[in-house]
């Protein structure tokens, strides 16, 4: 928790290097998070020093009628089925929730939560394993909500909403005078509430301090806490993640999105992520060098509020690209070559913006070039960014910038591509990733990301419910949410219960998230008049009770 200090997350074969001369978390088997002192801190530190992978992605929030449209209800009605989640874990990983709101209490008033970790409470008991934040059991929090001032026993609160109003899609307990209930409302609930990014692992990527945005670091770990809450009550459990981040090669190669592959895989164990809502933030440009061809420009509007920020471009090998950058007032960097280890630190000569270039021949997760340019004190108005080609192949290229409120919408592409637009880890391969459309007139969100992967895979799988859905808010009241986070709180639920028919109940107890995803894309309800699967709708929409009708 100290600000002191930046994270990086590595290997554990490398950590042993780290080991003796900094603190070292451990993570799980394959990761490890090394605290390093702040004052070692340099832009240039990523290049010189070490390899862009292992500084924590940075993550943001995904959402800003529905279960008929999922045949939830129609399945909840069968009295054959009667599907709610019963015996089934629900762990979300986000704001945290207000335990207190009527939608996650019980008829006799006690908690519906088995607990809460709450990363950001520094005078608590962590859990075991981990050497921060704070845990807080059933046990605790009933003893909170008997309670005149329920707060002085269990502190933890949700001052954004966005982790109670998910957790309340999956699974809160109906209110019918509100026209609220959650998917899957007798699951029960693991909370974790993140930490956000540290001051240093935000500078990196030039992020300010006053935007909220989580690092894959302690995303990591949440997920984990899940799983030893699951694995110790031996249930079966839905991991839901409505955070994304458009760092990475949005190919399913970065650290997260792997360990969610392979968790997907386990078997009990199902995972529902986000897709994003990046389809029309003009935040990608996707551009391609012929054969023969010298060199390609695109060019990029950045916003008066937007002075730091960074920008990825990915380049997939065999063709290698070097890059300059020119300055609103006309000034060209020199190029910039693919190298090992290396930052180049530009200052401008007639204004005073600067910007750290990293040309990285390989990076090492993917073992393609990354281009990270990293931008301070920019000047509002028009760069342009020249790609040139080395070697005479054919190349294809995407451009990135970073999701959610990390910049505004002042700052775009001015030919942006809405597609590959999907946020990790909503690339993987296994977890079921959902995208968002309007259930009261069965369009998409315009908002919703777009696939395929950078390497064409399809990608979302599934879409679902996601136009302002009905949801608890804190302090007891109720709202709406529209967004894929939303959708995948929503399909969380739906997973639940499929949990509930396949382990509980005894018919397929050995059934995996990745078995779970390709069950619903395989119930899905799909129209005539589209061509499946796509990049905007994935597989079809979302429908349990085609599911379950599938398997007959």
């Known amino acids: 928790m100290d600000e002191d200090y930046l994270d990086l997350l590595v290997d554990n074969t490398l950590a042993n290097n780290f080991s003796g001369k ?77 335990y207190r709101h009527e939608a996650f209490l019980n008829a006799d008033g006690t908690t519906h939560l088995f607990s809460i970790w709450d990363q950001t409470i520094v005078d608590g008991t962590p859990p075991s394993r981990f050497n921060f934040g704070a845990e807080y059991g059933k046990q605790e929090i009933n003893m909170a909500l008997r309670d005149t001032d329920p707060l002085t026993v269990v502190p933890s609160t949700d001052e954004n909403g966005h982790g109670t109003m998910l957790a309340g899609i999956a699974a809160g307990h109906p209110n019918l005078i509100k026209d609220f209930s959650g998917v899957a409302p007798d699951a029960e609930l693991v909370v974790v509430k993140l930490a956000p990014a540290k001051r240093y692992n935000r500078r990196i990527f030039g992020i300010d301090d006053t935007v909220l945005c989580y690092p894959e670091s302690n995303i990591f770990m949440g997920i984990e806490y899940i799983m030893s809450v699951a694995q110790r009550l031996n249930r079966p459990v839905v991991i839901c993640l409505g955070l994304g981040s458009s760092q990475g090669d949005h190919d399913g190669n970065d650290a997260l999105a792997v360990y969610l592959n392979i968790l997907s895989t386990t078997p009990r164990v199902a995972v529902c992520v986000s897709a994003g809502n990046e389809a029309n933030s003009r935040r990608h440009y996707q551009g391609e060098l012929e054969v023969g061809q010298a060199s390609s420009e695109f060019e990029l509007r950045v916003g008066s509020s937007d002075k730091n920020f960074s920008m990825q471009i990915w380049q997939k090998s065999p063709s290698r690209l070097a ?73 294809h290229f995407d451009a990135w910038l970073p999701s959610g409120n990390l910049i505004s919408e002042e700052t775009f592409f001015l030919e942006s591509d809405p597609y590959v637009t999907v946020t990790a880890p909503g690339n993987a391969r296994n977890p079921l990733t959902v995208t968002a459309y309007n259930q009261n007139s069965d369009s998409i969100l315009i908002t919703s990301s777009r696939g395929y992967t950078s ?51 005894g018919n397929y107890t050995t059934i995996s998230g990745r078995d779970i995803s390709r069950l619903l894309i395989r119930g899905a309800t799909r129209w005539d008049t589209m061509i499946y699967p796509n990049p905007i709708w994935g597989y079809g929409v979302a429908d349990i009770l085609g599911t379950l009708k599938s398997l007959t």
């Open 22 to 98: 900094h603190e070292v978390t451990r993570i799980n088997d394959r990761n490890s998070v090394i605290h390093l002192p702040g004052e070692r801190f340099d832009m240039c530190m990523l290049g010189n020093r070490f390899p862009y992978h292992i500084f924590p992605s940075i993550f943001t929030l995904n959402s800003l009628v529905s279960l008929e449209k999922s045949g939830v209800n129609a399945v909840q009605r069968n009295p054959n089925l009667a599907l709610f989640g019963q015996g089934v874990l629900i762990g979300f990983v986000d704001t945290g929730i207000d």
């Open 323 to 395: 890059m300059q950058i020119q300055s609103p007032s006309g000034e060209w960097t020199e190029p910039i070559y693919p190298k090992f280890n290396s930052c180049v630190e530009y200052h401008y000569v007639f204004e005073p913006a600067r910007v750290y270039l990293n040309n990285i021949m390989m990076e090492e997760e993917t073992g393609d070039q990354l281009i990270l340019i990293r931008f301070q004190n920019a000047e509002s108005g028009i760069w342009n960014i020249r790609v040139i080609a080395i070697d005479n192949l054919y190349s």
């Open 455 to 505: 390497s064409g895979v399809v990608t979302p799988d599934i879409a679902a419910p996601g136009f302002e859905l009905t949801c608890p808010v804190p302090n007891n009241i109720y709202g709406s949410v529209t967004g894929t986070g939303a959708a995948a709180a929503h399909s969380a639920g739906i997973a639940a219960m499929l949990m509930e028919w396949a382990v509980v109940r």
